[in-house]
T-cell receptor
């Protein structure tokens, strides 16, 4: 089975940098994804790491260490619109197709 | 592209009634996923299909839940009979299997309330 752990809540000030950590235990692993979900909305894809290291996409970066079963999402130059829930998700193989198992989510509150 | 389409967007029903949720995946995608999201249990994968074939339904909570995908452009999730504990947001998502990241694209969700 899969299990993922991430903090339930994080608060940060506008313009600051915040890091959301994710640790996982999995029987199979192809990569780690990050999704953003605003209140009342649907999850939307942010980033994906299949290999160790840092992936950068604008203000957002994601890091993976496969040996440590650990990853994080880094949000820079925080804006009020970044207030949302952030989910890490492990991608594994389901036989003929891959699937995602989501963590419980981290609620980010950006304040002035 | 219109994205993943789900209907209805909201559903209020009484316990014991049958509920049918519908999903149209993004054209060309060959994997389809049904999720349920609640405050207590988070985002749970119920079942997923690849090329219209169910691959893993281990997340389906009970026999009251069933899902079908008769063709590449349509899927249904049915709850019969519905119970108050089924109240949740149900998301459908689709992806292109074999794509490097296999990004899943979510529909807007169906907010189900069972009284």
């Amino acid at each position: 089975g899969q299990s993922l752990e991430q903090p339930s809540e994080v608060t940060a000030v506008e313009g600051a940098i915040v890091q959301i950590n994710c640790t996982y235990q999995t029987s199979g692993f192809y990569g780690l994804s990050w999704y953003q979900q605003h209140d009342g909305g649907a999850p939307t894809f942010l980033s994906y790491n299949a290999l160790d290291g840092l992936e950068e996409t604008g203000r957002f970066s994601s890091f993976l260490s496969r040996s440590d079963s650990y990853g994080y999402l880094l949000l820079q130059e925080l804006q009020m619109k970044d207030s949302a829930s952030y989910f890490c998700a492990v991608r594994d193989w389901g036989g003929t197709a891959s699937k995602l198992t989501f963590g419980t989510g981290t609620r980010l509150q950006v304040t002035l | 592209d219109a994205g993943v389409i789900q209907s209805p967007r909201h559903e209020v029903t009484e316990m014991g009634q049958e509920v049918t949720l519908r999903c149209k995946p993004i054209s060309g995608h060959n994997s389809l996923f049904w999720y349920r999201q609640t405050m207590m249990r988070g985002l749970e994968l119920l079942i997923y299909f690849n090329n219209n074939v169910p691959i893993d339904d281990s997340g389906m909570p009970e026999d009251r839940f069933s899902a079908k995908m008769p063709n590449a452009s349509f899927s249904t999730l049915k709850i019969q009979p519905s119970e108050p504990r089924d109240s949740a947001v149900y998301f459908c998502a689709s992806s292109l299997s074999g794509d490097d990241q296999e990004t899943q694209y979510f529909g807007p969700g169906t907010r189900l309330l069972v009284l």
